[in-house]
């Protein structure tokens, strides 16, 4: 807003997980503050500025499913993997098939990090639909011990009844990039970045992505 900011900063963030656990709640809780209950089915990036102990932060978002089977080897193409500083990989706490999917999700990234030489790639594990507790099929020890197992941080939320929780997630992941950026800073220019925003604006998600 003003021109006081001391410092600006770009995080490019994809948010990952099955079949409505809540990637696009949990998106536009952050962006907006609200929970609206139906957000469709569409691939999005979004744009957002904010302003974190004095920093100005330009959150770039990227919302896309992950339910498909990767093929061994597509990693060191995908370009949204590449284009990530840093991931939320969401799962509900009442769908304990979106959780199992978590550790393929980590492995993906990993892998596809490891294939540019990314020391660190900052991950957030989220278990959503926390109001949603007497459907829970997965603990918080469980969420917690995969966190710990896989070197990610962990959040137990509900997009539907709690902001701060959501801002807390947002915030984490952040404080985690910029420790990771001092350490190394991945190779893709804004030109690849402009060209698959575009490609995400331009179509609606497939199952066959
Ligand atoms: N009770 C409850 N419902 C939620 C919560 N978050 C999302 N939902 C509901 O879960 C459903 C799916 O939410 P979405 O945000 O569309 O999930 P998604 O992961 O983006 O879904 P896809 O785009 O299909 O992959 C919607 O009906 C939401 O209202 C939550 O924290 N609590």
Redesign the pocket.
């Known amino acids: 807003m003003s021109g006081t900011a001391s410092l600006q900063k770009d995080a490019n963030i994809v948010v990952l997980?099955?079949?409505?656990?809540?990637?696009?709640?949990?998106?536009?809780r952050f962006l907006t503050r609200r929970?609206?209950?139906?957000?469709?089915?569409?691939?999005s990036i979004y744009s957002h500025n904010v302003m974190l102990d004095g920093r100005e932060i330009v959150f770039n978002i990227w919302?896309f499913?992950f339910?498909q089977e990767l093929p061994s080897g597509t990693y060191t193409k995908d370009k949204r993997i590449q284009w990530a500083d840093g991931f939320i990989l969401?799962y509900?706490i009442c769908d304990r098939a979106s959780f199992n999917g978590i550790v393929r999700q980590v492995q993906y990234i990993k892998a596809a990090k490891d294939f540019i030489d990314m020391e660190k790639v900052p991950i957030v594990i989220v278990g959503?639909?926390?109001?949603?507790h007497h459907q829970r099929a997965v603990s918080s020890e469980e969420g917690q011990l995969m966190a710990l197992a896989t070197g990610c941080q962990f959040h137990e939320?509900?997009?539907?009844?709690n902001y701060h929780s959501i801002l807390m997630v947002f915030h984490g992941l952040v404080d985690r990039l910029q420790e990771g950026r001092s350490v190394t800073r991945r190779p893709t220019g804004i030109k690849s970045i402009v060209k698959s925003m575009s490609a995400v604006f331009s179509r609606r998600?497939t199952d066959s992505v």
Do not use: M
């Not at 929970?35 to 691939?43: L, R």
């Not at 959503?128 to 949603?132: F, G, M, V």
């Open positions: 997980g099955t079949d409505s656990v809540g990637k696009s709640a949990l998106t536009v929970f609206i209950g139906e957000y469709g089915h569409i691939e919302d499913p339910s969401v509900s959503n639909k926390r109001d949603l939320v509900s997009a539907a009844e998600r």
